[in-house]
């Protein structure tokens, strides 16, 4: 099965520096837009246009054993739209916080659509935060206080509060 | 035409395109993320916008033209619209995505095939504006001249 994944690095040298972030959404705009802003806030970027993709990326897809390592082990945060045909953000949230590997990793679901009980619904189930589309630049700086130092594998939280 | 004259040209259209509500704040977000590493963004972007919305378009018109419309389908297709049009900052289309969800909702056929053709007329006036912008750009570029930011 072909699968495709989009990865780029900012300018900086990659010295394992740079936090690593899964970006998914299905609009081809939308992951290109939020691509440069986590380029521009010095992060590398993987996309994924849906769920699975995603899940894959992680490891966590249907056909892999759960011990494979993957390249996904080094990621800081991962940033998902909400509505997505097939599996939703929601959905691929609750499956992120189910496996015990991926679990510890920072979630952050985005959406156009301001909805208290989608919102609290991501957050029960362990969203680190709730962002409206389209994301600015400043959304994204915001970003950086979430994302799981991996030189320090503590449970800690980084930012306290919102 | 000098490269001043030009560049205030640039200037005062752009200015009349927020004025007028084609753009929004989005758009000039757009414009800040672009760099020497990434020169074309905008255009890229923008014509990702382009080829996406004519495709929703016409998937539009035929699922409209169906004996049974499918709403949910109309709905999905006019949502992809309205987020891609609110990414860009194409404020006016995005606008008449709006009230093409509540036709939808309230499954109003008539009201559906209004916002087409609005949406459809929104969109073909952003496209020209929109490339009459790039084409000033160039202009001024091919003069040796630099792109005045907006504030």
């Known amino acids: 099965m072909a699968v ?7 300018k900086e040298m990659d010295y394992g520096e740079e936090p690593h972030v899964l970006a998914v ?44 390592k993957s390249s996904a082990s080094k990621i800081n945060l991962i940033i998902t739209d909400y509505c ?20 510890e990793i920072p979630v952050v679901i985005m959406s156009s659509e301001n909805i208290p009980t989608r919102i609290n619904k991501c957050l029960e189930e362990g969203a680190q935060e ?27 939280r980084l930012c306290l509060g919102r | 035409m000098e490269v ?9 259209y752009t200015a009349s395109l927020y004025n007028e509500g084609f753009l929004d704040d989005q758009f000039t977000q757009l414009q800040q993320l672009q760099d020497e590493s990434n020169p074309d963004f905008v255009v890229e972007v923008v014509s990702l916008f382009f080829e996406d919305s004519e495709k929703l378009l016409n998937e539009l018109a035929r699922v409209l033209d169906q004996q049974a419309v ?21 404020q006016r289309v995005k606008n008449v995505c709006i009230a093409f969800r509540n036709f939808c909702e ?22 020209n504006k929109l490339e009459t912008l790039f084409r000033l750009e160039q202009q001024i570029l091919a003069a040796g001249g630099s792109i005045p930011m907006m504030e």
Do not use: W
Not at chain 1, 42 to 57: I, Q
């Open chain 1, 84 to 103: 997505m045909p097939g599996m939703t953000g929601y959905e691929l949230l609750k499956k992120i916080k189910e496996s015990s590997t991926m679990k």
């Open chain 1, 25 to 68: 959404d299905d609009s081809l705009i939308d992951r290109k837009l939020i691509e440069k802003l986590l380029k521009n806030s010095a992060c590398k970027v993987t996309t994924a246009e849906n769920g699975p993709r995603a899940l894959e990326y992680l490891g966590l897809g249907d056909e892999q054993p759960d011990n494979l």
């Open chain 2, 106 to 127: 309230e499954q109003n056929v008539e009201g559906c095939l209004k916002c087409l053709q609005n949406v459809k007329h929104e969109y073909s006036l952003v496209k």
């Open chain 2, 4 to 12: 001043g004259q030009l560049q205030r040209q640039l200037v005062d």
């Open chain 2, 70 to 90: 499918d709403f949910r389908r109309i709905d999905a297709h006019v949502h992809q619209l309205k987020g891609s049009s609110s990414s860009i900052g194409a």
């Open chain 1, 4 to 10: 495709s994944y989009s990865s780029s690095s900012s």
């Open chain 1, 130 to 156: 709730f962002m409206l589309k389209p994301l600015q630049q400043s959304d994204v700086k915001k970003l950086r206080c979430h994302m799981l130092k991996f030189s320090k594998p503590c449970n800690s």
